[in-house]
């Protein structure tokens, strides 16, 4: 089942560390989206990518986020000096095409960030 | 700013009852999506509407859109434990697969 796979699921780090979290999307899907989800709160839109271009990143902080999808390899969604308040659930999702209203994203199970 | 607003927050019942969920917008959008969501899990699509006043069916699951486009509801039949899971619907349909999603509504089904 080649489905959306994040890894690492759990990531733990101290303040000041940089987090790496990898998703790799279905099989010859070429749009991924990165949201980010608190405790029993739906999710956020962080960032949209298709194969080498950030297509929307509305959702990214300013600062010490980024994300990349080259051409080949996984996404990386990548946070520099981490804080507490970027302890949350990153899920990753990707679909083979963008603007059709059936279309239909495909969740990865998502990385815990904790940061110590 | 889009936002969908989901009612109730939290709900607990009884193995049998029946509930609805709400999920509400000021925006109108081209199409709204309901995903359940398992602990530690992503979250999975249920259904997507995209015409005003829709209404579709998934076992015990009906689903409707607003005859505007900006509101949607999840009613649930006979509620089992399996149906324990986080509800959250997500508006979209733009030139892209950018969904916004609602604020969750967390049912615990008790057996």
């Known amino acids: 089942n080649a489905g959306v796979m994040q890894n690492p699921r759990h990531l733990v780090r101290r303040r000041g560390q940089e987090a790496r979290l990898r998703c790799s999307p279905v099989?010859?899907?070429?749009?991924v989206y990165w949201y980010r989800q608190l405790p029993e709160e739906g999710l956020k839109f962080m960032v949209y990518?298709?194969?080498?271009?950030?297509?929307?990143e509305s959702g990214m902080p300013k600062e010490r986020f980024s994300a990349e999808f080259p051409k080949e390899g996984p996404s990386i969604l990548r946070i520099q000096q981490v804080v507490r308040g970027d302890s949350a659930a990153y899920f990753c999702?990707?679909?083979?095409?963008?603007?059709?209203?059936?279309?239909?994203?495909?969740f990865g199970s998502g990385t815990q960030l904790s940061v110590l | 700013t889009q936002l969908l607003k989901q009612s109730p927050q939290f709900l607990s019942i009884q193995e049998g009852e029946n509930l609805t969920v709400y999920c509400n917008s000021s925006?109108?959008?081209?199409?709204l999506q309901w995903y359940r969501q398992e602990p530690g899990e992503g979250p999975v699509l249920l259904v997507t509407?995209?015409?005003?006043?829709e209404v579709k069916k998934l076992k015990r699951l009906t689903f409707q859109f607003g005859d505007a486009r900006k509101d949607s509801s999840l009613h649930i039949t006979a509620a089992q434990p399996g149906d324990t899971g986080l509800y959250l619907c997500?508006?979209?349909?733009?030139?892209?697969?950018?969904?916004?999603f609602g604020t969750g509504t967390l049912l615990a089904v008790q057996p």
């Open positions: 099989k010859g899907h070429s749009h």
């Open positions: 509407v995209v015409t005003g006043g």
């Open positions: 997500a508006g979209g349909g733009g030139a892209t697969n950018k969904l916004i």
């Open positions: 990518l298709q194969k080498e271009n950030i297509i929307d």
């Open positions: 999702a990707s679909s083979p095409v963008a603007g059709s209203l059936n279309e239909k994203l495909f």
């Open positions: 925006s109108v959008f081209s199409s």
